[in-house]
């Protein structure tokens, strides 16, 4: 069993930044790939980045250039830093955990755990 808490998220402006973090429980962390997904009211559940356990990511397009995940595995967690945000962001953010990988994925459903999500806006 794999707890994650998400935090982070709030209000900005267009044009500024955020940092989102996720808390994973567990020892086994460091082993774990991690990704973060976002849905929008009305809409589906969509990839924004992934990171492996050995430090490897990858992005969405929409993001690339703007977003980057990080972890810190001494402290169980995984983060994603947001820049120039825009109002397509707005999204309830969730944290991922796949603690079986055998590739990254940009596929919800590889993935075991799930934060109970955090609330981004971003105001035009």
């Known amino acids: 069993q794999v707890q994650l808490v998400e935090s982070g998220g709030g209000l900005v402006q267009a044009g500024g930044s955020l940092r989102l973090s996720c808390a994973a429980s567990g020892r086994t962390f460091s082993s774990y790939d991690m990704a973060w997904f976002r849905q929008a009211p009305g809409k589906e559940r969509d990839f924004v980045a992934a990171?492996?356990?050995?430090?490897?990511?990858f992005y969405a397009d929409s993001v690339k250039g703007r977003f980057t995940i990080s972890r810190d595995n001494a402290k169980n967690t995984v983060y994603l830093q947001m820049n120039s945000l825009k109002p397509e962001d707005t999204a309830v953010y969730y944290c991922?955990?796949?603690?079986?990988?055998?590739?990254?994925?940009?596929?919800?459903?590889?993935?075991?755990?799930w934060g109970q999500g955090t609330q981004v806006t971003v105001s035009s």
């Open positions: 991922a955990a796949d603690s079986t990988p055998t590739y990254m994925s940009n596929y919800d459903y590889e993935y075991d755990y």
């Open positions: 990171i492996s356990w050995s430090g490897t990511t």
